[in-house]
């Protein structure tokens, strides 16, 4: 069955500091790739995703994700935090079964501190 | 100009009432989809919609039923709400059901007490 494994159920990040958030998924074909960013009370919104190409995509706000086909990964990073970076982070795969559902993580609660 | 969205925010209410959450995107996407989003922050799908028609529905109860009047609403009605029912509940869309520009709303965030 297809699932996603976000190991950390929270990370703290001094402000400044660079971040890395893993994810790795199980999925038998060529996965579609997404992170969301949920702050608090508010919806989910799209950072970045892959579908093909490129294996290192750019999102907005300063992320970036690489998608590494040998470790079932797609790890999130930006290379300097800031404060309002604080939020939970979800990964998730695109399973296409006919349509397309999204298997979500757990989740990654990111905390900044001063 | 919101995309995909849902009323009400908040929703407060009794064990046993019914009570629906409505859902309406402006993106002419052909595929909608309800999430529901546990107290662990665990996401999952709940139903799928393409066109007005049911494609998927991920084991949910009975006591859910979505109804489509048409492809840009896809409202979830809840019968005999139960505890267990407390939730933020998502409303996406797709541009088809190949998932691309997958959309999320707001959500709903409903509380049985």
């Known amino acids: 069955a297809q699932s996603v494994t976000q190991p950390d159920i929270h990370i703290t990040v001094s402000e400044g500091a660079s971040l890395e958030l893993r994810c790795n998924y199980s999925y038998g074909a060529t996965p579609y790739l997404f992170w969301y960013v949920q702050s608090p009370g508010q919806g989910l919104q799209l950072l970045l995703k892959y579908f093909s190409g490129d294996t290192l995509v750019q999102g907005i706000k300063g992320f970036e994700a690489e998608f590494k086909r040998s470790q079932s990964s797609f790890n999130l990073r930006k290379p300097s935090v800031h404060w309002s970076d604080a939020a939970e982070y979800f990964c998730?795969?695109?399973?296409?079964?006919?349509?397309?559902?999204?298997?979500f993580g757990t989740g990654t609660r990111l905390l900044v501190s001063p | 100009d919101t995309a995909v969205s849902q009323t009400p925010k908040y929703l407060v209410t009794q064990m046993g009432n019914d009570k629906s959450i409505k859902c309406e995107q402006n993106?002419?996407?052909?595929?909608m989809y309800w999430y529901k989003q546990d107290s662990k922050k665990f996401l999952k799908i709940m139903f799928s919609?393409?066109?007005?028609?049911?494609?998927i529905n991920e084991t949910v109860p009975n006591r859910f039923s979505p109804k489509s009047p048409d492809k840009a609403h896809l409202n979830l009605h809840i019968n005999s709400l139960e505890l267990g029912d407390s939730a933020v509940y998502f409303c996406?869309?797709?541009?088809?059901?190949?998932?691309?520009?997958?959309?999320f709303g707001s959500g709903t965030r409903l509380t049985v007490v």
């Open positions: 919609y393409n066109n007005k028609e049911l494609i």
């Open positions: 996406a869309s797709s541009q088809d059901m190949s998932g691309y520009g997958y959309t």
């Open positions: 998730a795969v695109g399973v296409v079964t006919g349509f397309q559902k999204l298997v």
């Open positions: 993106l002419g996407h052909d595929t």
